[in-house]
């Protein structure tokens, strides 16, 4: 179900409420309303909202009060002051305390609902712009599921099949087999495409700042929150989020995601108020989760919950077949990304390419196809150019080598290719400079 967006109508005149209420009613907003200031705050400490219609002229605390009280609990909340004693002065401090708009009474209803409708799209522009700018590296042709195998035809037919819907999707396979590629797809086949996916890294923070970075947090709540904070969960109302590697968030935090999927709802850091979200969730794990059950790491009713519509990734080597098409699809990729012209690879680097192992899985064929693109001097992609750090090819005019004379020849090359720059060298590499260093002085 969609969120609804919550307004409280703050106004000590009681026929002025009543306008108010039957004009946003009928915009289909839900109402909350306050005859003072106290009953204001009262209300705004146990409930969030989306929009405040401020009165100035009130008894007990004025609306500046109010304003003010907003300003540093509820900073995440519009607030539309309206009076009928409007002055520059007051609309002056009143956009300083933090008020998105001003209105004079009388207004029409048009003139209302104009401003609250113009707020509310300009808060979701707003989301998906942050949303946006952190997709801006990701370009389409990521997005692609590249294979024609059986397990990936498999794949693809229950993309088709579960995206239009809302459930719940739990993407299973070792590291790098293309987890997020999948639940990107997912989403575009979904009914909520025209929303950015929201994606949370659930191995990269950890404790309070994992919390705060998933439900968010109001000002003061600890230290360091100095404004308060939309949540990733908040931030996709309406929309997809991708919990990736959801083995790894901790016990405590998995009672709480358990909430959010059953009551549809959050609860900032520091704060009592409940905030609904509309949210499809999609997971991912490289990890065993019934082994993280067993040994009391994972919660079994959340795996349950997240579960209902399991997809598994087969690791690169059980599709063999899908090799030569992910080589091409990411040869163009890096021809385009890095202005190369490599035309093709040999047969006999592609043949090395089908014989590897590939632990790293598609994640590491991508950043082998990158590396050759980037260091080879010719329009094919020959053997050499497919030397890579922790695995020995055969060099087909030199012969066999040992695995020390491959690294030390590759990582020249790196040097090279990089002016001599060992931090742009070890970054090509995939390694830090201390690791550079120490296998130059070993080779």
Not at 184 to 210: E, Q, Y
Not at 343 to 360: F, K, N, Y
């Amino acid at each position: 179900m969609k969120k609804v967006d919550h307004i409280l109508i703050v106004d000590d005149d009681e026929a002025m409420r009543d306008a108010c209420r039957h004009v946003l009613v009928r915009e289909g907003f839900r109402i909350d309303e306050a005859a003072d200031g106290n009953e204001a705050i009262e209300l705004l400490e146990r409930k969030a909202f989306d929009v405040v219609l401020l009165d100035l002229k009130m008894p007990g605390p004025n609306g500046m009060d109010v304003l003010g009280w907003i300003g540093q609990h509820a900073s995440g909340t519009a607030v539309v002051v309206i009076t009928g004693h409007a002055t520059v002065d007051s609309a002056v401090e009143a956009m300083k305390k933090g008020a998105t708009d001003y209105l004079a009474k009388p207004f029409t209803p048009k003139a209302l609902t104009h401003s609250v409708h113009r707020i509310l799209h300009d808060r979701c522009l707003a989301r998906d712009n942050l949303l946006l700018r952190e997709e801006l590296d990701t370009v389409l042709g990521e997005r692609l599921l590249v294979g024609r195998s059986e397990p990936i035809r498999e794949i693809h037919e229950l993309v088709r099949r579960v995206g239009p819907t809302d459930s719940t999707v739990l993407l299973t396979g070792e590291s790098g087999t293309g987890k997020e590629v999948v639940a990107r797809t997912i989403h575009t086949h979904s009914l909520r495409k025209d929303r950015p996916i929201v994606v949370v890294d659930c191995g990269a923070l950890v404790g309070t700042l994992f919390e705060s970075e998933l439900f968010g947090h109001v000002k003061g709540s600890f230290t360091g929150a100095t404004s308060t904070k939309h949540g990733r969960l908040e931030l996709a109302d309406g929309a997809t989020i991708f919990f990736d590697e959801i083995g790894n968030v901790e016990p405590q935090i998995q009672a709480k995601l358990l909430r959010v999927i059953q009551e549809r709802e959050i609860t900032r850091v520091g704060d009592s108020r409940s905030i609904p979200v509309d949210v499809r969730i999609i997971a991912a794990t490289s990890r065993n989760l019934t082994d993280e059950i067993r040994a009391g790491r994972f919660r079994e009713d959340l795996y349950y919950r997240l579960c209902v519509v399991p997809i598994v990734l087969p690791p690169l080597r059980q599709r063999k077949e899908d090799i030569p098409l992910l080589a091409e699809h990411f040869l163009n990729k890096y021809n385009q990304k890095c202005k190369k012209s490599c035309t093709r690879l040999s047969d006999e680097a592609l043949e090395i390419l089908v014989r590897h192992s590939w632990p790293g899985n598609v994640r590491e064929l991508e950043n082998t196809i990158e590396r050759a693109v980037v260091l080879t001097r010719d329009s094919v992609i020959h053997v050499k150019d497919l030397m890579w750090l922790g695995v020995a090819v055969q060099d087909e005019l030199s012969g066999p080598t040992r695995l020390r004379d491959v690294e030390r020849e590759y990582i020249c090359r790196v040097l090279e290719e990089c002016g001599g720059n060992r931090t742009a060298a070890a970054k090509a590499l995939g390694i830090d400079r201390k690791t550079l260093w120490r296998k130059l002085r070993n080779t």
